[in-house]
C-alpha cells in the first residue's frame, strides 16, 4: 500500500467523514481533550475583559456550537451549570450522526460561513477546534480573509447584543491576523488570548462580546 504523505500536520476538513469521523467519535482520548477544553472555554467566557462573572446562568439561554462534530463539546456544554439549549453546526453529517441524542441539542447541517440563523438569536456562541476552518477551500490569500471575514459576520450577526462567544481554535500565523484584523471591523470587545505560547501546550481562543 502506498502511503501518502499529509501536506501539513494542520487536521483538514476530509478527516471528518467516514471512517475517521468514526474514530474521532470513539477516540477516548480526543473526549477527554475536547471536554476539557470546552470547560476552559466556559471559563474564559466569565473573563474580566468582556465583562466577568455571569450572575444569570440559571435562566435558559441559547447557544450555537460551531463545528460540533460527535457532541463533545455540545454535550460539555449541557452538562455545566448553564441551563441552556444547543444547537449544533456542522458540515460532517457522519460526524453528526454520532451525536448523543438530547432533547435540548438540535444539529443542524450548516456551514459557519453561511450562517442559516435569522440576526440576534443566541445568547452564546461556542466553538471547539472548528472555527480555524473558516479559511478551508481558500485558493489564494485573498480568498482566506474572505472566508475569515464571512465565519466573523456570521458570528456577530447570530449573537445578542452584549452576549458572549468563546472559541478555541488553531489558526496559522496568517490566519491569525486575518482573523485578528478582522474582528476589527465589527462590533466586539475582547480578542485573542494564547495560553502557554510557543510551547506544545500553545492554545489560541478568541473571547468576546458583542457590543451592540
Ligand atoms: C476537530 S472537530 C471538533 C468537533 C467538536 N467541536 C469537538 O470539540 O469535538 C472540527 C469540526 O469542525 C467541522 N467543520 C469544518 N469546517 C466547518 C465549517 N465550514 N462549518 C461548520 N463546521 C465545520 C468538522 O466537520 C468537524 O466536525
Not at 480526543?30 to 470546552?38: D, H, P
Not at 459576520?153 to 496559522?172: C, D, M, Q, S, V
Amino acid at each position: 500500500m502506498k502511503i501518502i504523505p499529509r501536506k501539513s500536520n494542520r487536521p483538514s476538513t476530509d478527516e471528518y467523514f467516514g471512517l475517521e469521523a468514526e474514530a474521532y467519535g470513539t477516540s477516548r482520548w480526543m473526549a477527554r481533550n475536547q471536554i476539557q477544553t470546552t470547560q476552559k472555554v466556559l471559563e474564559l467566557l466569565e473573563s474580566e475583559q468582556i465583562g466577568g462573572k455571569i450572575t444569570n446562568k440559571s435562566i435558559k439561554s441559547l447557544f450555537l456550537d460551531i463545528g460540533c462534530g460527535t457532541g463533545y463539546s455540545s454535550h460539555t456544554i449541557l452538562n455545566s451549570n448553564f441551563e441552556n439549549r444547543i444547537i449544533g453546526i456542522d458540515v460532517s453529517l457522519d460526524m453528526m450522526k454520532q451525536c448523543e441524542k438530547d432533547s435540548d441539542l438540535h444539529l443542524i447541517l450548516a456551514d459557519m460561513r453561511y450562517s442559516p440563523f435569522r440576526p440576534e438569536i443566541f445568547n452564546y456562541i461556542i466553538s471547539i477546534s472548528a472555527f480555524n476552518f473558516a479559511s478551508a477551500g481558500a485558493q489564494s490569500k485573498n480568498q482566506m480573509k474572505i472566508f475569515i471575514q464571512k465565519a466573523l459576520n456570521a458570528l456577530e450577526n447570530t449573537l445578542k447584543n452584549n452576549a458572549r462567544a468563546g472559541i478555541e481554535f488553531y489558526p496559522n500565523k496568517i490566519e491569525e491576523i486575518f482573523f485578528v484584523k478582522g474582528l476589527k471591523k465589527l462590533n466586539f470587545i475582547g480578542g485573542l488570548l494564547i495560553e502557554q505560547p510557543n510551547s506544545k501546550k500553545e492554545k489560541k481562543f478568541l473571547i468576546l462580546k458583542k457590543t451592540k
